[in-house]
């Protein structure tokens, strides 16, 4: 039986495990990391210390199998993460070698965001201010949970006035992008009419 819960602080070791176990386009991106830590610094971690409102986790057998996070606001939360976030973070990684951009490691890549993060393209947040990020674990899909969690989070959203919200899901992830199109997103095209081909920008009024 699986239950779905508010999440807590002491769900953020486990979260900084799904996140990366489900980091590769949905597979295992542990081996690609020095860090395992490096894509929930960015993706989970700073939902349940900044905006632990609107985190939800998904136990399967009493272990978090997944989790859904988001904001209302997504340019306030960028504003947010630069003033009490990505400082600390700056600290303990270094901004990697631009000499040598071409052979980033995976760990490189991810402490370029945290030093240059890259704002939310505003032909998304613009008609879509709110995001949300969801993953789950291979054992906790195929079995409705998903859609579980996506409805948990859109109710607690819109009690807090969400409206429009988007996702960014990796265009090599089909599996991902047929969830969220069967959630009611649909792919937005850039203001040139072209798909973008790093990420694949989705959003649902």
Request: one cysteine or more; a negative charge.
């Amino acid at each position: 039986m699986a239950v779905i819960r508010p999440a807590t602080g002491a769900d953020q070791e486990r979260l900084y495990q799904v996140v990366v176990e489900t980091g590769q386009a949905g597979d295992d991106a542990t081996s690609l990391y020095k860090d395992p830590k490096m894509l929930g610094h960015i993706y989970t971690a700073p939902y349940v210390v900044l905006a632990p409102e609107l985190v939800f986790v998904a136990e399967v057998n009493g272990q978090v199998a997944g989790y859904v996070c988001g904001v209302a606001n997504s340019r306030a939360f960028e504003a947010e993460l630069e003033e009490k976030w990505w400082p600390a973070l700056r600290e303990r990684h270094l901004a990697p070698d631009v000499s040598r951009k071409a052979s980033w490691t995976a760990d490189e890549l991810r402490a370029e965001w945290i030093h240059n993060p890259a704002p939310t393209p505003d032909y998304v947040v613009d008609p879509f201010p709110a995001h949300m990020h969801m993953n789950l674990m291979p054992n906790a899909r195929g079995c409705g949970l998903g859609r579980r969690l996506f409805d948990t989070w859109l109710e607690a959203a819109q009690a807090f006035g969400v409206g429009p919200v988007h996702i960014g899901a990796d265009p090599k992830n089909a599996g991902g992008m047929a969830f969220w199109r069967a959630m009611g997103f649909e792919r937005l095209l850039q203001p040139d009419g072209t798909f973008s081909e790093e990420t694949c920008w989705m959003g649902r009024l």
